[in-house]
């Protein structure tokens, strides 16, 4: 499209910086279709999910006690930081020795993909289709399969926590008689509850994140197109309205990725405390 | 928004991202922190004990010094009896010297003044004896009259 000899229209521009790199080549059709995956998704989280464990394993490896640098120092301070949050929520040493630093993976890695955010939206684009890659989104945490996909990942940390602790039998006794009560004549009501309660979780934690970074990057998208009007005022707007709501971003992005670390937390603490 | 198989594929990145941090981060960082605050608190502790070791030091040392002073002052005035005392002995013995020798010469000068006086009643009753003699030699007998003689000599 954009690659045509016609300059693309405001709809076109848009659609085409929401369409993913995906194995078809061409935009899915079905809202849900198994056999699609994102290339780019993939290749942005991948490549900084790498980073995160790079940065923080640089740090671990020259971790000591003395006296710390500047950028061990910042590590720490992350580090300290998830470990007081995850102290107060979790109680079980043992857990947390998985569960805190699985907090601080979610948090540097949601952080980096929301981050990308702010890069000029038709910087990476651009440069792809120089190579010939027609299709790229480059925030990870703005397609839902990422978003969903980690908090599917918290959902099966939760399940797992609730049969360590409880016993897969007292879990699924809580399953039954949680929230309303023991009655045989509430265990459905009790059985419906808890999945609307595991599915609503789920999907909020992951569609938070998700909501966020796409209306974020629909707004820099829209920004871009004031500053494609090539008018005094489109230009003096982008420049304007781009500062703005950059800065408000970097906001934007550090409490989402705050926010999806802390309810992994509050979801697992939750696992872990009989109802 | 679509959903398919990326969502899977990123739930195994989340997890294997996880296990590296839990397996290679956490634990060095976790415990490099552990070890300072562990460190800081020794340090601290350390710090606490030195502080009181330097108080009580500084106790001790100023009684020292108080007992030095003290034991100076003792010395100083026990030092300044014993000149004193010296002092006195020394007049004492110069004045009791000075007394046995100004005795000495006393009688030294009594006895040579008893002497003198011998000599000169010696000389004065051989002159009387003499001029006696002399007078007498024309009319008495010398011998006859040495009896009286010796009695004037002996009253002389």
Wanted: net charge neutral; with cysteine; charged share 20%.
């Amino acid at each position: 499209m954009a690659a045509g000899s016609a300059a693309p229209t405001s709809g076109e521009y848009i659609v085409h910086h929401l369409t993913h790199l995906n194995s078809t080549g061409h935009a899915q059709k079905s809202v849900i279709d198994w056999t699609v995956i994102n290339i780019d998704t993939m290749f942005y989280s991948i490549v900084l999910g790498l980073a995160t464990v790079f940065v923080l394993w640089l740090a671990a490896r020259k971790a000591t006690s003395g006296v710390p640098g500047r950028f061990q120092a910042a590590v720490e301070i992350l580090v300290d930081m998830v470990s007081e949050q995850a102290k107060g929520i979790i109680h079980s040493a043992e857990s947390r020795k998985f569960v805190s630093p699985l907090a601080l993976t979610v948090f540097v890695w949601i952080f980096f993909m929301n981050a990308m955010d702010l890069l000029p939206v038709d910087l990476l684009p651009r440069i792809g289709e120089m190579f010939g890659i027609h299709y790229q989104r480059v925030v990870g945490t703005a397609d839902l399969n990422a978003a969903l996909g980690m908090s599917i990942g918290v959902l099966l940390v939760c399940i797992y926590y609730n049969i360590k602790i409880k016993g897969l039998g007292g879990w699924i006794h809580e399953l039954f008689t949680a929230p309303f009560g023991s009655h045989p004549l509430l265990y459905p009501i009790n059985f419906v509850m808890q999945m609307i309660e595991f599915v609503a979780k789920t999907v909020s934690h992951g569609m938070r994140l998700f909501g966020n970074m796409y209306a974020g990057e629909l707004v820099f998208m829209l920004i871009a197109l004031l500053g494609g009007t090539a008018t005094v005022f489109g230009f003096v707007g982008h420049i304007i309205a781009g500062s703005i709501w950059a800065i408000f971003h970097i906001l934007i992005i550090t409490l989402q990725a705050f926010i999806f670390m802390m309810l992994t937390l509050v979801y697992v603490g939750q696992a872990h405390e009989a109802h | 928004m679509n959903l398919n198989a990326t969502l899977f594929a990123q739930l195994v990145v989340f997890f294997i991202l996880a296990w590296f941090t839990m397996q290679f981060v956490w634990p060095p960082i976790v415990k490099a922190l552990d070890e300072r605050a562990k460190k800081i608190a020794d340090g601290l502790a350390a710090a606490e004990r030195g502080k009181q070791d330097l108080e009580l030091a500084t106790k001790r040392s100023t009684d020292a010094l108080r007992e030095g002073k003290e034991k100076a002052a003792e010395l100083i005035a026990n030092a300044e009896k014993r000149g004193a005392q010296l002092i006195e002995e020394a007049k004492l013995s110069a004045k009791t010297e000075a007394d046995r020798i100004v005795a000495g010469a006393k009688a030294e000068i009594e006895q040579e003044a008893v002497r003198a006086k011998e000599q000169l009643r010696e000389q004065v009753s051989a002159l009387v004896v003499k001029g006696a003699e002399q007078i007498l030699r024309r009319e008495i007998n010398a011998q006859a009259h040495s009896d009286i003689l010796a009695t004037i000599k002996q009253d002389l």
